[in-house]
């Protein structure tokens, strides 16, 4: 998929270099990096949500799991996971560092995982509060389909969204 907003024009008419254009690296994680994506997910998420070692090699090492990190060099500014279960693609986890948010590399990571991840439409959890993500959500095409209450705790809820990629999805007949 081409990227069309590459280049992103301020309102005081500076230009940020957006994801693609500013030296970010997307590729596959090697075990050596999982270290480091330990490290993104405490700085990115609140604790009970990062991702361990421990879970980050069991889905570094499962067959049907993509893994893949964003990097600016040496540094490990993002990552995104996703699986096929039941025919349908799965948005595990992404995060970007917080200190290189708003410059498309979020974005960047969920196309190419949806890239690496063909089969039938994508879904993914988000919490409910979470606005930014739910505006990438929004903005790459993904849905609200439901709610699950209390999926992150006592209160916090849970939206199920979802990417359609079937071109003319068959019409549903009720009987
Ligand atoms: C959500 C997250 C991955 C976004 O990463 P990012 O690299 O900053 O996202 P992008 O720069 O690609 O942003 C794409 C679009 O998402 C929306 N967005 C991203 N952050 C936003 C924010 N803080 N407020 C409102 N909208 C936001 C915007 O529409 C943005 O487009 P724009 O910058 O042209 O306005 C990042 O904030 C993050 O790591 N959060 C913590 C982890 C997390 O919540 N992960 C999702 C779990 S479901």
Same mark, same amino acid.
């Given at each position: 998929? @081409?990227?069309?907003?590459?280049?992103?024009?301020?309102?005081?008419? !500076?230009? &940020?270099?957006?994801?693609?254009?500013?030296?970010?690296? *997307? /590729?596959?994680?090697?075990? %050596?990096?999982?270290?480091?994506?330990?490290?993104? &997910? $405490? =700085?990115?998420?609140?604790?009970?949500?990062?991702?361990?070692?421990? /879970?980050? +090699? *069991?889905?570094?090492?499962?067959?049907?799991?993509?893994?893949?990190? @964003?990097?600016?060099? #040496?540094?490990?500014?993002?990552?995104?996971?996703?699986?096929?279960?039941?025919?349908?693609? $799965? *948005?595990?986890?992404?995060?970007?560092?917080? /200190?290189? $948010?708003?410059?498309?590399?979020? !974005?960047?990571? +969920? %196309? #190419?995982? #949806?890239? @690496?991840?063909? !089969?039938?439409?994508?879904?993914?959890? *988000? #919490?409910?509060?979470?606005? @930014?993500?739910?505006?990438?959500? +929004?903005?790459?095409?993904?849905?609200?389909? =439901?709610?699950? $209450?209390?999926?992150?705790?006592?209160?916090?809820?849970?939206?199920?969204? &979802?990417?359609?990629? !079937?071109?003319?999805?068959?019409?549903?007949? %009720?009987?």
């Amino acid at each position: 998929m @081409a990227f069309n907003h590459d280049l992103l024009v301020s309102a005081s008419s !500076t230009v &940020q270099v957006r994801a693609s254009e500013s030296g970010i690296a *997307v /590729t596959p994680v090697s075990f %050596r990096m999982l270290r480091q994506v330990g490290e993104l &997910q $405490r =700085s990115a998420f609140r604790p009970p949500l990062a991702y361990g070692f421990s /879970t980050l +090699l *069991v889905l570094w090492a499962l067959p049907n799991v993509r893994f893949i990190v @964003a990097r600016s060099g #040496e540094r490990m500014v993002g990552c995104a996971i996703g699986d096929v279960q039941n025919g349908q693609s $799965r *948005v595990i986890n992404i995060c970007v560092d917080p /200190t290189v $948010r708003r410059n498309g590399v979020a !974005t960047r990571l +969920l %196309r #190419e995982l #949806e890239r @690496a991840l063909p !089969t039938g439409d994508v879904v993914l959890m *988000v #919490e409910h509060d979470n606005h @930014a993500a739910k505006e990438l959500y +929004l903005q790459e095409g993904y849905l609200p389909i =439901s709610v699950s $209450r209390d999926y992150y705790g006592r209160g916090l809820n849970g939206v199920w969204m &979802q990417k359609s990629r !079937t071109p003319n999805p068959p019409q549903k007949i %009720r009987i």
